[in-house]
């Protein structure tokens, strides 16, 4: 016969089976943030707020930046239209945000004895964010931010009395050397100390030049250090409650906590903002290819719902890998989303377009390469000769070494697609009530791309180039006149080449007083019926 329960078993048995919320499980905790001040950070640090009020602090590291001590640069994020929400419902909240005078790259990530005590003591839940996400960033400085800086962090984790959940957000493009991808830690093809050993050592143009040797069938130092950090973690992290979230191309928001939003140009924002002003018109690319998208509130939920399920885990020892992307349950190609984009940006033009929107993604590199220089350079040099005339400062070539080099950078992912599965994500969904999935919703289909795009494009439109939604009715109506400057530009280019043509063949010439003869005579056999 079965013994008895006693009525503390029988109470944590209860306990056990009894669902805690994600805004329950937030409840009286401490948070510590890195990278709290970059795009992904600060919807984070909203989302938390709002929709986990019963939080306790959030610390953020946040180091000194162009002459402004951290609290000035908390003061500005905090200014930003993304806590408007917040600020206008509930204002005492945002006291809750702890700034702490630090910096990733620094020893003991630079944080004062004071403050580790604070942080060791009281958190339990730490989201790393810091990385740099520069494609073209030196070897040596993305191994200090995106290495060590993950492998000191872990250090100050271990001395945490009551840490939980460390959610380490890293790429789904950091094993890019595989086609398909799935959520695990794959070996990488070096032992990531030694890798620190060697920037730490080597002087800097040494290490500029092995860094195509180094990084192999990667793209960029980016990509190889995300892939070394979550290797570092899987070695170092011992009991740590590790998760690790790979987010694709972040976008911008999808629906919280206002559509469209996006605070910076990186990636193909960058590339459809010049579009939008008629700067840039081709670009490689393969239409066909999956662009695999995803929203900057899909990820940051998925994040909070990561760390809320991590705490739950009893085996420690293994570390779960979420890859948020779309391109199995909701793909959209690039042809798809490129032709959406320029048709918002002509719908809701914004205001100081030069030319009308346009844009070519060709596969052939020759014939982008001819396209683009006469269609982005040789105005550009136009328009600063036009400058330096009238007294002003040429920048357009400026602009157009920029734009292409950020084109290059994208060129590897708009090439080439992959098939990133997402089983634990799907399986996470199972876990949470429906008004926890409600709440922290990251299911990406869900996502109607159609409509994502358009706000997409206000969004930039509004928080990028700062342009009142007031001004989109005078910006259509010079959008049409651009329409018909373009227009009028491609019948003038095609009769200046046929003329040009003609003059070099007769045989054209003949071509063309025959075509011209027999227009004439069918317009007046119909002028006789």
Known sequence: MASKLSTEERTNRTMENKYISVAEFYHGRSIFITGGTGFMGKVLIEKLLRSCPGIKQIFILIRPKR?????????EILGSPLFDK????????????VPIHGDITLNQLGISEIDQSTIIQEVSVVFHSAATVKFDEKIKQSVTINMIGTKQLMELCRKMLCLDALVHVSTAYC???????????????????DIIQLVRWFPEDILEKLTPSLIGNRPNSYTFTKAMA???LLMEANNLPVAIVRPSIVLSSFQEPMCGWVDNFNGPTGIVSAVSKGLFRTILCDESCIADLIP????????????????????????TVYNCTSGIDNPISWGTFVRLCIDNTRKHPIEGVLWYPTGNLRVNKAINFVHGALVHFV??????????????KPIMQIVQTKLGKAASCLQYFTNAQWRFRNDNVKNLLTHMSPKDRSTFQFDVSTIDWKDYIEKYVLGFRKYLFKQNPA?????????????LLHQLTK????????????????RLRSLWEMIFSRIVHLVKMIAIF
């Not at 600020?87 to 809750?96: F, G, I, M, S, T």
């Not at 105005?379 to 002003?392: E, H, M, Q, R, V």
């Not at 001004?471 to 329409?483: A, D, G, H, I, S």
């Open 67 to 75: 002459g402004q001590d951290i609290a000035a640069r908390l003061t």
């Open 86 to 97: 917040i600020r206008n419902e509930h204002p005492a909240n945002l006291k809750k945000i």
């Open 175 to 193: 094993n890019c050397d595989r086609k398909e991808v799935s959520e695990i830690i794959y070996p990488p093809p070096y032992n990531p100390d």
């Open 230 to 232: 979550e290797h570092m």
């Open 296 to 319: 900057v509130d899909i990820v940051i939920n998925l994040m909070i719902a990561t760390a809320w399920h991590t705490a739950s885990r009893t085996n420690t020892r293994n570390i």
């Open 379 to 392: 105005p550009a040099i136009l328009l600063d000769i036009l400058s330096l005339a009238t007294g002003k």
């Open 471 to 483: 001004t989109l009715e005078k910006c259509r109506n010079n959008m049409y006149k651009m329409y």
């Open 491 to 506: 019948v003038v280019a095609v009769a200046f080449l046929w003329r040009f043509l003609m003059k070099k063949s007769i």
